[in-house]
């Protein structure tokens, strides 16, 4: 059996960098239909719930039906879902109708690329970094979606926090209890920030799937890295927001996410957790 962490760089490299492109292509898959998934899922609920009848839809899920240009509903073809090199190929257009494709497919692929990579190059080529480069995907599809539809679904935040916990019993077992006191703490915090800002203010300052990925990072990071996560997340957020309100006048008063920005905190901790914690205990 051959020994991926024994090849030559000029071999592996580009390996992993193709496995990220892959994955990230995939994720662009996961980004565009699971909210529509869920839509329809809660849909159903509620006519049931109704006692009306079920709708007739096509299947509809992660794999079926085939990639297809959303606007002439053509399927595309094999040689036309290469990551980065398809989009190119059509210069990000759909290749019967014309259509201008969204460039969050390319930059999608390049970002998990670019994670993989970031994974393997710290945390070098074994199983645990197989779990860490499923974390950073995994924070790279909820901040997507949380942009783009305000939502962070379950189907992600919950194996998110089962596997940090399991990362930690199978490789670092003396951080299992820090990991528990994270997910319930990241939760608890959250929560509680949730409920003073409504007491006080009588809006909605965040919603329940922020609680659950502040609980997920907790799982894969350890209590002691939660207020360091919330600086982060907070600082990014507040400036981010400001520059954007002040540029785009439109947005003013406009909700914004938090996942994206707690997704961004998650990946700085869990890619230079160590040396960052210990900048961060120096400046205390």
């Not at 080529?125 to 783009?148: K, N, T």
């Not at 909605?204 to 922020?210: A, F, H, K, L, T």
């Amino acid at each position: 059996m051959i020994n991926v962490s024994e090849l030559p760089p000029a071999l592996l490299w580009p390996l992993v960098a193709l496995l990220g492109l892959c994955l990230g292509s995939f994720l662009n898959v996961v980004i565009t239909r699971l909210p529509v998934m869920l839509m329809q899922g809660w849909r159903a609920e509620a006519r049931e719930a109704l006692e009306l009848e079920a709708e007739e839809r096509p299947r509809f899920n992660l794999l079926s039906p085939r990639s297809q240009c959303p606007r002439c509903q053509a399927a595309i073809a094999w040689h036309d879902n290469i990551p980065l090199l398809s989009y190119a190929k059509r210069r990000g257009r759909c290749a019967h109708c014309g259509t201008r494709i969204s460039p969050q497919y390319p930059l999608i692929e390049l970002a998990g690329g670019a994670l993989t990579l970031s994974v393997v190059a710290i945390h070098g080529v074994s199983v645990a970094s197989l779990f860490l480069i499923a974390a950073c995907l995994a924070l790279l599809a909820l901040a997507v979606i949380d942009f783009r539809t305000q939502l962070l679904p379950d189907a992600i935040t919950l194996p998110l926090l089962w596997g940090g916990l399991l990362y930690q019993l199978l490789f670092q077992p003396l951080m299992l209890q820090s990991a528990v006191i994270g997910a319930m703490a990241g939760y608890v915090v959250l929560w509680s920030f949730y409920w003073l800002f409504k007491l006080v203010t009588g809006k909605e300052g965040m919603g329940y799937g922020d609680f659950k990925l502040m609980a997920a990072l907790g799982a894969w990071l350890g209590w002691q890295h939660l207020p360091l996560l919330l600086l982060l997340s907070a600082g990014v957020g507040a400036l981010v927001g400001i520059v954007a309100q002040l540029a785009i006048p439109r947005l003013r008063g406009a909700p914004m996410p938090f996942g994206p920005f707690l997704a961004l905190a998650g990946w700085i901790a869990l890619l230079a957790g160590t040396p960052l914690m210990a900048w961060y205990q120096g400046m205390l």
